[in-house]
């Protein structure tokens, strides 16, 4: 009998292992643009230029990466009258701590780099011309918009497009680990589909 269940347990945790392996390499930065480990920063490791599991920089989740300090030019519009804008919060600082240009890529942990972001995924710190971020994101603001869907909750617009604390960040439309759609997109934004995620009109 024991044997038997020795069986049925390996066979299970095979199982188990293997569904594993398949969510993980489905969702890997492995291969990706932020995949860093062959840059020559000081450690072929995936996982620490953003992360360390001991003496991280403190805050969530575990961060290693030296952090922006920088005050952003928010974005404007005339049209743009029921919402507050705001800092980006912390979980956007964490993107923008690479794509602010303000941080070199490479100042993880206790090294100081020197390679700043260049290119397309530069933001700078005059974000006037991007998706606002940062905002308190609730019913209230979609019945005063009369264009946008109202959220299931305080965690969650709809289906891939999460909320934090409430309020609208970079990783709400991207997921820094998972490059598949490209663009680091939660979701495919053919025929609009992400933006229709949130916008009615």
Known sequence: MKRGIG?????????????????????????????????????????IFCHAP??????????NHAATVATFTLYSSQTLTTLTMAQPGGVSKLCLSCHDGTVAMDSYAT?????????????????SNDHPIGFTYNAALAAADGGLVT?????????????????????SCHNVHDNAL??????????????LSCHTK
């Open 7 to 47: 069986k049925w347990v390996a066979s299970m945790l095979a199982a188990g292992l293997g569904v594993f392996a398949a969510q993980v390499s489905a969702a890997s930065i492995t291969g990706s643009p932020h995949d860093f480990s062959g840059a020559g920063w000081g450690s072929n490791q995936v996982c």
């Open 54 to 63: 001991h003496n991280a920089n403190g805050g969530t989740p575990l961060w």
């Open 111 to 127: 090294r100081t780099g020197t390679e700043k972001m260049l290119g397309d995924g530069m933001l700078g710190t005059n974000l």
């Open 151 to 171: 959220p299931a909750s305080a965690s969650l617009v709809v289906a891939n497009v999460p909320l934090y604390d409430a309020k609208l960040e970079c990783s």
């Open 182 to 195: 490209g663009g680091f997109l939660r979701k495919s934004n053919a025929a609009s589909a992400l933006c």
